[in-house]
Nanobody
Framework: QVQLVESGGGLVQAGGSLRLSCAAS????????MGWFRQAPGKEREFVAGITRDGGSIYYADSVKGRFTISRDNAKNTMYLQMNSLKPEDTAVYYC????????????????WGQGTQVTVSS
């Protein structure tokens, strides 16, 4: 079992920044890839960014490339998402997930999820 807890969401104006955190506990050594997804009202959960355990592979959705940065600190069992130049279309609930296999953009392939943190970007 792995438990994930997201934090760092909030309300920010367009152009602003936020840093999300995802703290993992439990059998974290069993899991390899971690990812950030987001879900806006009425929309499906979509991939934002993913990172492997060693940080050697990182992927971003085209919509966030150049604005968001994913990272992880294995000593703290925590993953981060630095979000800069935020836009109103970034408004969503942000979730972190983990899986034993490699990074994938498909949410149903992730085994564990956090409860989500709301990000709201005002125009």
């Amino acid at each position: 079992q792995v438990q994930l807890v997201e934090s760092g969401g909030g309300l920010v104006q367009a152009g602003g920044s936020l840093r999300l955190s995802c703290a993992a506990s439990g059998r974290t050594s069993s899991y390899y890839a971690m990812g950030w997804f987001r879900q806006a009202p009425g929309k499906e959960r979509e991939f934002v960014a993913g990172i492997t355990r060693d940080g050697g592979s990182i992927y971003y959705a085209d919509s966030v490339k150049g604005r968001f940065t994913i990272s992880r600190d294995n000593a703290k069992n925590t993953m981060y998402l630095q979000m800069n130049s935020l836009k109103p279309e970034d408004t969503a609930v942000y979730y972190c997930g983990t899986r034993a296999g490699p990074i994938t953009t498909i949410s149903r392939y992730y085994d564990y999820w956090g409860q989500g943190t709301q990000v709201t970007v005002s125009s």
